[in-house]
């Protein structure tokens, strides 16, 4: 899902994939000593007070003998109690929690004399976690009962849970979580022995996977089933909808096992979450969290189930070591995605969202810090959430489809499935990666790509000049019907009877002038009724043009769109467009967000809250 950055500090590169041979610059961590090979989590969940009580239980390996501490992450924890088992006897442990560092937290040192099998850390999380949104009953859908879901992506996972919160190491996970009775809970892993609304339920992840991936989320859901293996968490009155969209999800499985071998997760769902998830979608294991956005009701935009459902191979099988190799996860998902596109629903479709990705990378590449368009990324001490963009998802997945023209899918196609099985539930650098390629690709078909451009692609800034440059047919017909109508040759009118699908209208709506006059604003809208769209992608394009054009007749419709979703994709930028465009527009924007601010996520407030500073 995520995008962003890492730098300076020394990276071990070895050849043999382990979590001891990486540095992770935001993790306090001491894997080099010790990992959780596991955890058991015991919490009960407390909506009044916004906090999650209880215990974690951590399964200890030791890789050196010699070592006397267990150092945990965490972020605004309150920290009870620690308890170390030896020889099969628990017993309390002395540990210390530092003054917060505002990217990477609290380091939790637990001392241990000798060597335990297992810690147990007794904590409460706080309102403050920036891993948790807390929702009243009002912010959902159904407005009966309160909601609270995790995104512990990229570092969050220590606002909820003290743990070793680097994607450079991988554990299972087993739980037990109390709520109301009412509300079910699920998690990012089996949650088949929850069939009832009982007020307590246990979960098991057998598979190991990085913190980051541990998710939960409480609320009025119910279930139903589309297939064998996918299936569908809603609130009642969301729930038959998300079916009827995302019922492809099956093929879209199969077309995935077709080209890169069998999802090795057992079941597939989809978690339909509030509309103040702050994103398209979260690749949690066998539960991806879903924004309520993508229900457009015509499966125009479930190329987001595609991308989430793509990382069950590229990101959660295959994981990004550092932050920094962030494109490992989100330029192969990306990759992955368009190709599962293509097979279910066509080349045309597929090169249509290759165009619409690469062009707002080009625009996003214009303002974006130079070290930030590289694929391998600078934190420079920066929180990962700060250095996300497009450019891991997008570039990532251009160098990738470079890969492929250049040697062949015949060549390309086994070439990624056997990276795939061959680094099953591992995690690797960039430098790993490229090791891989040079020997089990460019040395196996010499004289088609020299690492010399491998290099170019990955550490050099901004686009190669020989970027693959998606072109779509339906895209020109566009064109031709839009000069038509800009020439004063074409009325709208003649427009109007063509069934457009949502990447036609977004190509639309980016090809029209900048400086397009108030009139042909209203005309268009008058034809189109873009204003009022149902499709959330549209109605974003249309909002952003309309404020570079001053066509103020959207204004409440804009200020609706801004308080009813918190999709940080949307919001962020409508909110930086106005802020940018004079002091009025930016004072009108600070009304509607101090209205709004209380029903976004905290990433999403995070990152407003720096536009109106």
Same mark, same amino acid.
């Given at each position: 899902?995520?995008?962003? @950055?890492?730098?300076?500090?020394?990276?071990?590169?070895?050849?043999?994939?382990?979590?001891?041979?990486?540095?992770?610059?935001?993790?306090?961590?001491?894997?080099?000593?010790?990992?959780?090979?596991?955890?058991?989590?015991?919490?009960?969940?407390?909506?009044?007070?916004?906090?999650?009580?209880?215990?974690?239980?951590?399964?200890?390996?030791?890789?050196?003998?010699?070592?006397?501490?267990?150092?945990?992450?965490?972020?605004?924890?309150?920290?009870?109690?620690? #308890?170390?088992?030896?020889?099969?006897?628990?017993?309390?442990?002395?540990?210390?929690?530092?003054?917060?560092?505002?990217?990477?937290?609290?380091?939790?040192? @637990?001392?241990?004399?000798?060597?335990?099998?297992?810690?147990?850390?007794?904590?409460?999380?706080?309102?403050?976690?920036?891993?948790?949104?807390?929702?009243?009953?009002?912010?959902?859908?159904?407005?009966?009962?309160?909601?609270?879901?995790?995104?512990?992506?990229?570092?969050?996972?220590?606002?909820? =849970?003290?743990?070793?919160?680097?994607?450079?190491?991988?554990?299972?996970?087993?739980?037990? =979580?109390?709520?109301?009775?009412?509300?079910?809970?699920?998690?990012?892993?089996?949650?088949?022995?929850?069939?009832?609304?009982?007020?307590?339920?246990?979960?098991?992840?057998? +598979?190991?996977?990085?913190?980051?991936?541990?998710?939960?989320?409480?609320?009025?859901?119910?279930?139903?089933?589309?297939?064998? +293996?996918?299936?569908?968490?809603?609130?009642?009155?969301?729930?038959?909808?998300?079916?009827a969209e995302f019922n492809d999800t099956q093929k879209m499985i199969e077309a995935n096992e077709k080209l890169y071998d069998e999802y090795r997760w057992g079941q597939y769902d989809l978690l339909i979450l509030p509309p103040a998830f702050p994103f398209g979608g979260m690749e949690n294991p066998r539960l991806s969290f879903i924004?309520?956005?993508? =229900?457009?009701?015509?499966?125009?935009?479930?190329?987001?189930?595609?991308?989430?459902?793509?990382?069950?191979?590229?990101?959660?099988?295959?994981?990004?070591?550092?932050?920094?190799?962030?494109?490992?996860? #989100?330029?192969?998902?990306?990759?992955?995605?368009?190709?599962?596109?293509? #097979?279910?629903?066509?080349?045309?479709?597929?090169?249509?969202?290759?165009?619409?990705?690469?062009?707002?990378?080009?625009?996003?590449?214009?303002?974006?810090?130079?070290?930030?368009?590289?694929?391998?990324?600078?934190?420079?001490?920066?929180?990962?959430?700060?250095?996300?963009?497009?450019?891991?998802?997008?570039?990532? +997945?251009?160098?990738?489809?470079?890969?492929?023209?250049?040697?062949?899918?015949?060549?390309?196609?086994?070439?990624?499935?056997?990276?795939?099985?061959?680094?099953?539930?591992?995690?690797?650098?960039?430098?790993?990666?490229?090791?891989?390629?040079?020997?089990?690709?460019?040395?196996?078909?010499?004289?088609?790509?020299?690492?010399?451009?491998?290099?170019?692609?990955?550490?050099?800034?901004?686009?190669?000049?020989? $970027?693959?440059?998606?072109?779509?047919?339906?895209?020109?017909?566009?064109?031709?019907?839009?000069?038509?109508?800009?020439?004063?040759?074409?009325?709208?009118?003649?427009?109007?009877?063509?069934?457009?699908?949502?990447?036609?209208?977004?190509?639309?709506?980016?090809?029209?002038?900048?400086?397009?006059?108030?009139?042909?604003?209203?005309?268009?809208?008058?034809?189109?009724?873009?204003?009022?769209?149902?499709?959330?992608?549209?109605?974003?394009?249309?909002?952003?043009?309309?404020?570079?054009?001053?066509?103020e007749i959207v204004n409440e419709e804009l200020k609706e769109y801004l308080k009813g979703i918190g999709r940080r994709k949307f919001i962020v930028p409508l909110y930086q467009s106005l802020s940018d465009h004079s002091d009025n527009?930016?004072?009108?924007?600070? $009304? @509607?967000? +101090?209205?709004?601010?209380?029903?976004?996520?905290?990433?999403?407030?995070?990152?407003?809250?720096?536009?109106?500073?």
């Open positions: 899902m995520f995008r962003k @950055i890492i730098s300076g500090v020394a990276m071990v590169i070895v050849t043999h994939l382990s979590y001891a041979s990486v540095v992770d610059e935001v993790s306090y961590a001491n894997t080099s000593s010790v990992v959780s090979k596991n955890i058991h989590l015991d919490l009960t969940v407390q909506f009044e007070q916004r906090s999650l009580d209880g215990y974690v239980e951590h399964h200890l390996k030791w890789l050196d003998d010699s070592a006397k501490q267990l150092v945990l992450d965490t972020r605004d924890l309150i920290i009870h109690d620690v #308890e170390r088992r030896v020889g099969g006897k628990w017993m309390k442990a002395n540990f210390s929690l530092s003054d917060r560092d505002a990217v990477q937290g609290a380091k939790l040192t @637990i001392s241990l004399p000798s060597q335990a099998d297992r810690v147990r850390v007794y904590y409460a999380s706080t309102p403050k976690a920036s891993g948790l949104q807390w929702l009243t009953a009002n912010q959902t859908a159904g407005k009966k009962h309160p909601f609270m879901y995790s995104q512990s992506q990229a570092i969050h996972a220590r606002s909820w =849970i003290p743990v070793q919160d680097t994607p450079s190491m991988r554990l299972t996970y087993s739980a037990t =979580i109390r709520t109301p009775k009412e509300l079910l809970a699920v998690m990012s892993a089996d949650n088949s022995k929850n069939e009832e609304k009982d007020g307590e339920y246990h979960f098991e992840m057998p +598979q190991p996977i990085p913190p980051y991936l541990i998710a939960i989320g409480v609320g009025d859901l119910d279930y139903q089933a589309m297939s064998k +293996q996918t299936g569908v968490y809603a609130e009642p009155s969301v729930l038959a909808s998300a079916v924004t309520p956005t993508v =229900i457009a009701g015509d499966k125009s935009l479930v190329n987001l189930i595609a991308h989430e459902l793509a990382h069950s191979w590229s990101g959660n099988l295959v994981t990004n070591a550092t932050w920094r190799d962030l494109w490992l996860n #989100e330029g192969f998902t990306s990759y992955v995605e368009n190709r599962v596109m293509e #097979e279910v629903f066509g080349e045309e479709r597929a090169v249509m969202e290759q165009w619409l990705g690469v062009t707002d990378l080009k625009h996003e590449l214009k303002d974006l810090p130079k070290d930030d368009t590289r694929l391998k990324l600078p934190l420079e001490g920066r929180d990962p959430d700060d250095a996300f963009s497009g450019v891991p998802y997008v570039k990532g +997945q251009l160098f990738l489809m470079y890969l492929e023209e250049q040697f062949g899918r015949d060549k390309f196609d086994p070439f990624i499935k056997q990276y795939f099985n061959e680094h099953a539930f591992q995690s690797l650098t960039t430098e790993d990666f490229v090791q891989y390629l040079e020997e089990h690709l460019i040395n196996k078909y010499p004289n088609i790509v020299s690492m010399e451009k491998v290099n170019e692609w990955i550490y050099e800034p901004g686009l190669p000049k020989d $970027s693959p440059n998606p072109q779509s047919d339906a895209f020109a017909k566009v064109k031709v019907k839009l000069d038509g109508w800009l020439s004063g040759n074409k009325s709208l009118e003649s427009l109007k009877n063509n069934s457009w699908s949502v990447h036609e209208w977004l190509y639309f709506i980016e090809q029209l002038p900048d400086d397009l006059s108030k009139d042909k604003m209203k005309q268009i809208d008058q034809v189109f009724n873009l204003t009022t769209s149902t499709n959330a992608e549209i109605r974003f394009a249309w909002f952003m043009l309309a404020i570079k054009n001053d066509y527009k930016k004072e009108w924007a600070k $009304s @509607i967000y +101090q209205e709004a601010r209380g029903g976004y996520h905290p990433l999403a407030q995070g990152s407003i809250d720096k536009i109106f500073k």
